[in-house]
């Protein structure tokens, strides 16, 4: 049996060879250590910068049509407005309005009529329409246990400024039909 110097053992390592790859350190003590406070700190800033940019968003995004939603809600009760306005993917501008009503919307029924041609009146007075060529309008009307029910009119812009959808319907609800939506 012969030994030879050269041979290495598991043991005979040398410091460096246990070394991970890459070069990082292995002990705990060397690693980058950030406070506490500072990671609450932190983590409030950005908490206030992500509820900063979501207000700001939303306030690009609705205020231009804010007027026009709080009048909407203030006809129609309970409808939860939605305004919004811009381009869809590469299409026309438009201006698109959903509210929820309490009825099945249906476009010959003169219920649902009176609502469109509210609704465009109220367009008209609390929004700068001249910057839309589309206007539409959906309503919906959300009953439990069963799907939603929905009826959508599109109209071009040109002929919103002028006039109303159906000048054939009565302009207010009567009362009985008012106090459901």
């Given at each position: 049996?012969?030994?030879?110097?050269?041979?290495?053992?598991?043991?005979?390592?040398t410091?460096d060879?246990?070394a991970?790859?890459?070069?990082?350190?292995?002990?705990p003590r060397?690693?980058?250590?950030?406070?506490?406070k500072?990671?609450v700190i932190l983590?409030v800033?950005?908490?206030?910068?992500?509820t900063a940019?979501?207000f700001?968003?939303w306030e690009?995004?609705t205020?231009?049509?804010r007027?026009?939603?709080?009048?909407i809600g203030?006809?129609?009760?309970?409808?939860?407005p939605?305004?919004?306005?811009?381009?869809?993917?590469?299409?026309p501008p438009m201006?698109r309005?959903?509210?929820r009503?309490?009825?099945?919307?249906?476009?010959e029924?003169?219920?649902?009529?009176?609502v469109?041609n509210?609704i465009?009146?109220?367009?008209q007075?609390h929004?700068?329409l001249s910057?839309f060529e589309?206007?539409?309008l959906?309503l919906?009307?959300l009953?439990?246990?069963r799907?939603?029910k929905?009826a959508?009119?599109?109209?071009p812009?040109?002929e919103v400024?002028?006039?109303?959808?159906?000048?054939d319907v009565?302009d207010?609800?009567?009362?009985a039909?008012?106090?459901r939506t």
């Amino acid at each position: 049996m012969s030994t030879s110097s050269d041979a290495t053992t598991p043991d005979a390592a040398t410091p460096d060879d246990r070394a991970p790859v890459g070069g990082a350190p292995s002990s705990p003590r060397s690693s980058l250590r950030i406070p506490g406070k500072v990671v609450v700190i932190l983590m409030v800033l950005l908490g206030l910068s992500a509820t900063a940019g979501i207000f700001g968003y939303w306030e690009l995004r609705t205020g231009p049509f804010r007027e026009l939603t709080e009048a909407i809600g203030r006809q129609l009760p309970g409808s939860l407005p939605k305004v919004e306005g811009g381009r869809h993917r590469g299409g026309p501008p438009m201006l698109r309005i959903a509210v929820r009503v309490a009825f099945e919307p249906n476009a010959e029924t003169a219920e649902t009529q009176a609502v469109v041609n509210q609704i465009v009146r109220l367009a008209q007075q609390h929004a700068d329409l001249s910057q839309f060529e589309e206007f539409q309008l959906h309503l919906f009307q959300l009953a439990p246990e069963r799907r939603a029910k929905q009826a959508s009119f599109v109209y071009p812009m040109a002929e919103v400024v002028t006039g109303v959808p159906f000048p054939d319907v009565p302009d207010a609800l009567p009362a009985a039909e008012a106090s459901r939506t």
